[in-house]
């Protein structure tokens, strides 16, 4: 088991950046792959980052690519999530989650899931 609780969420201007964390506790989290997604108001939860066990692979959406990154500090049990140059349409709850696979993208791969922070930015 894994157990996941994430923070840093709030209010933004459009241009802005905030920084997402995500501490978790349970199982060895270091031989998890984590990932972040988000799900905006009447909407599926989608993919925006993931980063592998040991943090030297990365992956990310297109619409992210360039503005947000991931990271990870294995010692801290933490994985984190950098957004910059926010856009009114980043507006979701973002959610962190682990997986026991490395490089997927897809909700049903991971096993465990935090509560979600929101974050909302306005234009």
């Known amino acids: 088991q894994v157990q996941l609780v994430e923070s840093g969420g709030g209010l933004v201007q459009a241009g802005g950046s905030l920084s997402l964390s995500c501490a978790a506790s349970?199982?060895?989290?270091?031989?998890?792959?984590m990932g972040w997604f988000r799900q905006a108001p009447g909407k599926e939860r989608d993919f925006v980052a993931s980063?592998?066990?040991?943090?030297?692979?990365?992956d990310y959406t297109d619409s992210v690519k360039g503005r947000f990154t991931i990271s990870r500090d294995n010692a801290k049990n933490t994985v984190y999530l950098q957004m910059n140059s926010l856009k009114p349409e980043d507006t979701a709850v973002y959610y962190c989650?682990?997986?026991?696979?490395?490089?997927?993208?897809?909700?049903?791969?991971?096993?465990?899931w935090g509560q979600g922070t929101p974050v909302t930015v306005s234009s």
């Open positions: 989650a682990a997986s026991e696979l490395s490089g997927v993208t897809s909700t049903h791969e991971y096993d465990y």
């Open positions: 349970g199982r060895t989290f270091s031989s998890v792959a």
């Open positions: 980063i592998s066990w040991s943090g030297t692979s990365t």
